[in-house]
């Protein structure tokens, strides 16, 4: 606490390395509150650092979505977006539609989910990102359940178990089964 509050002070700028490095540190061993502080000082110190938001607006939207707050989560995740866009960044543009279309999912608005979840779906091929190609997947089928289509759902679904299968991930292929 007391090296963040220094750096943060001097407008050190490996507060930016901190915040692509720490991520997994703080989330395992219970710090995800200094992490979020992190952000906080990142952002207002470094406002012109597009890869830096990118990575605060995504982190702050999966909390705020975790914490039931999706509305905030929504405007964080359509920050991203823009600057996925901005940065050509094609991965993080696919996982920017696949957490908005789950918001919009919870919200009832299907037929938005669906069409995230199909750009995302064209982005995970173009990348051959098959466990991101999976998950789309398997959202996409239970927006057709939803609507009462389970025979084109139940063939998405063998698309997913398929894939999850092909590269052995055996956490996917549970939530598929």
């Not at 605060?56 to 359509?78: D, N, P």
């Not at 279309?101 to 919200?107: E, P």
């Not at 938005?112 to 789309?136: F, P, T, V």
Request: with cysteine; aromatic share 12%.
């Amino acid at each position: 606490e007391e090296a963040l509050i220094a750096a943060a002070s001097y407008n050190d700028k490996r507060l930016i390395t901190w915040l692509y490095n720490l991520y997994d540190f703080c989330h395992s061993h219970g710090f995800s509150d200094f992490y979020f502080r992190l952000t906080q000082w990142v952002e207002s110190l470094f406002p012109e650092d597009p890869q830096a938001l990118k990575t605060i607006f995504a982190y702050r939207g999966m909390r705020y979505k975790k914490q039931g707050h999706l509305k905030e989560a929504m405007e964080l995740y359509k920050k991203q977006e823009k600057i996925c866009e901005q940065l050509t960044d094609r991965a993080g543009l696919a996982a920017c539609y696949g957490n908005q279309a789950l918001i919009l999912s919870v919200w009832g608005r299907l037929q938005d989910a669906m069409e995230l979840h199909k750009k995302e779906e064209i982005i995970e091929e173009e990348s051959n990102n098959r466990k991101g190609l999976a998950q789309s997947l398997g959202n996409q089928a239970l927006i057709l359940f939803d609507w009462g289509k389970s025979h084109e759902a139940m063939a998405l679904l063998k698309k997913e178990e398929n894939i999850y299968e092909e590269l052995g991930e055996l956490a996917g292929l549970a939530v598929c089964y």
